[in-house]
């Protein structure tokens, strides 16, 4: 008999969870609660109450939730703050979602007395960890089950096996041949894994994307928009306040039409391989160009560079599971700190897969002092002298080193 009561499930409604589902109850004889999460996806998510009634979820244990807003408030908004990307490229898209969907997966356990929780990442995945890492952070003695860690279906046709023998329904993307990506989507971007694309060589097939144009079907006349910000996150898109999330479609509608945001990529897992994937980010591309524009004319020239010292492992945390460490936390308060003066405006242009900044201004916090800069008389704002004293100053170590070195070569 299992010790386990009752499990909170991270349901898509999928083949993999929906067969995850029957196996708890099978395997486990447990009581299942399941929890979908609506972060932007934009896919129709009462199938999946109707999935789960099926299997005799009670309504009052079927969790959909709308996380979009917290979602982009909470976490993309202060991971870009930081204007953070893992390994040179990954604007990590699918591991930002993650620790909001395990804080969401404890709340409910805490909400209807479960004694575990249970997820669909795979063995071999990012996902386990960045799902299980939060999970006992947020309540440490909670019970974690992962299918893909216990049982035997480790292969598609497995999984069809299962689904078809228990009258679990297949969508006929399963039932066609071929296997279909393997998808995660979000409001920050969209990632495809699976067939061809492990084939590093392959170059992945146009119609497998999905948000974005090619950059050669672009409109040939480049587009412009502006955003501004207020602490450091956006609040308004051409002149107009909305909401993050709301925001972040739009810009992902901006750059979709114009081919912005593709990556193709090969990543090193936290497992230890390497795995390639595609991605579309086209609102998250541009909003890092345009923060890091605007922290360019406002944030001071050494606390821009000590962010960018730091940004390689606040990205390392994020992209390996570590959203709720003490270490992310405290980088967060440093980060967050270095936001109070970065106020504007951004102008960005859009065209062929390119977004180019093309004005910014800041009327309360700019540290750009056009009589300082200027090429013309500056009127004595700025004395040329100085600059001899200085550079000595700072070659005076490679002075003294130089002349050591020259009493040492042989005559």
Known sequence: MSDVKKVVLAYSGGLDTSVILKWLQDHYHCEVVTFTADIGQGEELEPARAKAMQFGIRPEHIYIDDLKEEFVRDFVFPMFRANTVYEGEYLLGTSIARPLIAKRLIEIAN??????????????????????????????????????????????????????????????KHKAGGSPYSMDANLLHISYEGRHLEDPAAEAEEDMWRWTVSPERAPDRPEY???????????????????????????NEFGGRHGIG??????????????????????????????????????????????????????????????????????????DHTQSHVNGWVRLKLYKGSVSVVGRDSNSDSLFDPAIA??????GAYDQRDAGGFIKLNALRMRIGARRDTKRRPT
């Open 225 to 251: 928009l502006e955003i501004t910000f207020r602490n450091g996150d956006p609040v308004a898109l051409n002149g107009l306040a909305m909401s993050p999330a709301a925001l972040l479609a739009r810009l």
């Open 111 to 172: 909400e209807t007395g479960a004694d575990a929780v249970a997820h669909g990442a795979t063995g071999k995945g990012n996902d386990q960890v960045r799902f299980e890492l939060g999970a006992y952070a947020l309540k440490p003695d909670i019970r974690i089950i992962a299918p893909w860690r216990e049982w035997d279906l480790l292969s598609r046709e497995k999984l069809l096996d299962y689904a078809e023998t228990h009258g679990i329904p297949v969508e006929m």
């Open 374 to 379: 200027t090429f013309e008389e500056d009127a």
């Open 262 to 335: 593709r990556l193709d990529l090969v990543e090193n897992r936290y497992v230890g391989m390497k795995s390639r994937g595609c991605y579309e980010t086209p609102g998250g591309t541009i909003l890092l160009k345009a923060h890091r524009a605007i922290e360019s004319i406002t944030l001071d020239r050494e606390v821009a560079h000590l962010k960018d010292d730091l940004m390689p492992r606040y990205a390392s945390l994020i992209y390996n599971g570590y959203w709720w460490s003490p270490e992310r936390r405290a980088l967060q308060v440093l980060i």
